[in-house]
Nanobody, 124 residues
Framework: VQLQASGGGLVQAGGSLILSCGPSGRTFTTYAMGWFRQAPGKEREFVAAISWSGSTTYYADSVKGQFTISRDNAENTIYLQMNNLKPEDTAVYYC??????????????????WGQGTQVTVSS
């Protein structure tokens, strides 16, 4: 069971990107999901999470009002709309899915499946 994240790239400060994430290979139902990121030399940190229904979302304080997490259950995909990007947003972004759990969680320990990561680089 694997997740595939895509949409990363190089963008200038103030620009926008949309990341997407869904199952790769064998299809499986994703439940509550989240985005995390890891910058060079830093620990992986929580970015945003969304419940299976999409009715509940959580954001790290550092991205509130800047990033929006959403999902399309028909496509079994989540998205992360990132606006007004800053150089400090540069990181590898990982998506993750909980197994059978429908509630959103900011804790990485709550997640059972992880994607391979997609690089986001914001130039100043």
């Amino acid at each position: 069971v694997q997740l595939q994240a895509s949409g990363g790239g190089l963008v200038q400060a103030g620009g926008s990107l949309i990341l997407s994430c869904g199952p790769s290979g064998r299809t499986f139902t994703t439940y509550a999901m989240g985005w995390f990121r890891q910058a060079p030399g830093k620990e992986r940190e929580f970015v945003a999470a969304i419940s299976w229904s999409g009715s509940t979302t959580y954001y790290a304080d550092s991205v509130k009002g800047q990033f929006t997490i959403s999902r399309d259950n028909a496509e079994n995909t989540i998205y992360l709309q990132m606006n007004n990007l800053k150089p400090e947003d540069t990181a590898v972004y990982y998506c993750a899915s909980r197994r059978y759990a429908t509630s959103a969680s900011p804790s990485p320990d709550s997640y059972d499946y992880w994607g391979q990561g997609t690089q986001v680089t914001v130039s100043s």
